[in-house]
Structures are given as C-alpha cells and as structure tokens.
C-alpha cells in the first residue's frame, strides 16, 4: 500500500510560479520499481496527465506544460515535487499526484489532490 499526501498548492497570478509535493508513504522509491507522475483535473473537464517520471528518472510531459514545468524527485525523502513556472489561467486545476509499481499500465495510488489557482 502507498499512501500520497500532496501539498504546495494554492492561488497566484498568471506567470507566477508554485511547487507541488507529494510525500508518498508505504515504500521507499529507491527500494521498489515505481513510476510517478503529476495529474490535473479542471471543473467540467476529464483528468490529464500532466507530468510522468518513471522509476530510471526518465521524465515525459503534456505538450501544453512543456517547458513551464518540471518533475522531479528526491529519493531520499520519498518525495515527488511539480516545479511550475509560467503559469497560466489554464493551468487552473486540482492536481494529484500518483504512483504505479512497474509492469502496472494504471495508476494504483493516488493523493487528495491540491488546488491550484491561476489568475489573470
């Protein structure tokens, strides 16, 4: 069982910046095979993914982030952040991180989710 608590959200300007965490609790990143990544869910539209790092540290992003964003972890404090600059009125969502061990196609784990606001 893995446990996701996000944080880091909350309400900025439009090409302001915010860092998102994700403590994940129940196993140590460098102890299992697990894949991690970013998603968002706006009001009235369906989830997306936004950012995916897989457990080699290979990183993938949504064309609409690219360059904004970043995905990284520290292994050492089980920890998954979301860098995001640039931000825009559409990044406006509620963010989730989640977690999948390997060979898994879905994600198994998922946080609460944290709210990200962006204003014009």
């Known amino acids: 069982q893995v446990q996701l608590v996000e944080s880091g959200g909350g309400s900025v300007q439009a090409g302001g910046s915010l860092r998102l965490s994700c403590a994940a609790y129940?196993?140590?990143?460098?102890?299992?095979?697990?894949?991690l990544g970013w998603f968002r869910q706006a009001p009235g539209k369906e989830r997306e993914g936004v950012a995916q790092?897989?457990?080699?540290?290979?990183?993938s992003y949504a064309d609409s982030v690219k360059g904004r964003f970043a995905i990284s972890k520290d292994n050492a404090k089980n920890t998954l952040y979301l860098e995001m600059n640039s931000l825009k009125p559409e990044d406006t969502a509620m963010y989730y991180c989640?977690?999948?061990?390997?060979?898994?196609?879905?994600?198994?784990?998922w946080g609460q989710g944290t709210q990200v606001t962006v204003s014009s």
């Open positions: 790092i897989d457990s080699n540290g290979k990183t």
């Open positions: 129940g196993y140590g990143f460098s102890r299992v095979c697990i894949d």
């Open positions: 989640a977690a999948r061990f390997c060979g898994n196609y879905h994600y198994n784990y």
